[in-house]
């Protein structure tokens, strides 16, 4: 009279899918938190500059095929964004704003191919030019002949810098062609995750 009155089998079963919904939760609450946590040394990591204001964002839209290109934000205009400001993720810089609307702003990242960045490498003091190159990885294109950088060197923005503050953390150095002409470049890590990142911050004068 009952032929779906759950027999010690589909109570197993029951009692298994409310274990792995249970986890699954616990799983996801805890990324929530951890996201929680990074987006709050961020916050506290920018509040060394100054007469700087950060503003938090969502990131709502990436084209698959311009992933290492370009994102989307669901703050614009009407939230301050401007053309030009810096914006910053876990872990340091990601990109400029490129475009704005009143609802949304177009960030260019670093990895894109337009993408041109005053930076030094803070053991050194050398200055280089981190060029995107449309892959997960920019490179420097150093000034000097012998900038002494080696992998493992943490570079980040120049003082000399005209679209961003100095000193924002960029990226770890992979490798370096001490041979390529005219000058030695170097292949940077970002220490931003740029292909996970969901939220950001503007920097805003």
Do not use: M, Y
Not at 63 to 70: A, R
Not at 95 to 110: C, D, F, K, M, R
Not at 187 to 204: K, N, T
């Amino acid at each position: 009279s009952r032929p779906f009155w759950p027999g010690p089998a589909q109570s197993e079963w029951l009692r298994s899918a409310q274990s792995v919904e249970d986890r699954a939760r616990l799983q996801a609450l805890a990324q929530d938190n951890a996201r929680l946590r990074q987006l709050l040394g961020l916050q506290q990591a920018r509040d060394g500059l100054g007469s700087a204001q950060t503003l938090s964002a969502p990131v709502i839209s990436r084209q698959v095929g311009g992933w290492w290109q370009q994102l989307v934000i669901g703050k614009g205009a009407l939230a301050g964004v401007r053309e030009g400001q810096p914006v910053l993720a876990p872990g340091g810089l990601v990109g400029l704003v490129s475009s704005v609307t009143p609802a949304t702003a177009t960030i260019t990242l670093l990895t894109d191919p337009s993408s041109r960045v005053g930076v030094w490498v803070s053991r050194t003091h050398h200055h280089g030019l981190l060029t995107g190159v449309g892959t997960a990885r920019p490179v420097v294109r150093f000034l000097d002949k012998d900038p002494e950088a080696r992998p493992g060197d943490v570079v980040v923005t120049s003082p000399a810098s005209t679209l961003v503050p100095p000193n924002l953390p960029v990226g770890v150095i992979q490798s370096v062609d001490a041979r390529a002409d005219p000058a030695p470049t170097a292949v940077v890590q970002l220490i931003a995750p740029v292909q996970a990142v969901d939220w950001v911050q503007v920097l805003r004068p």
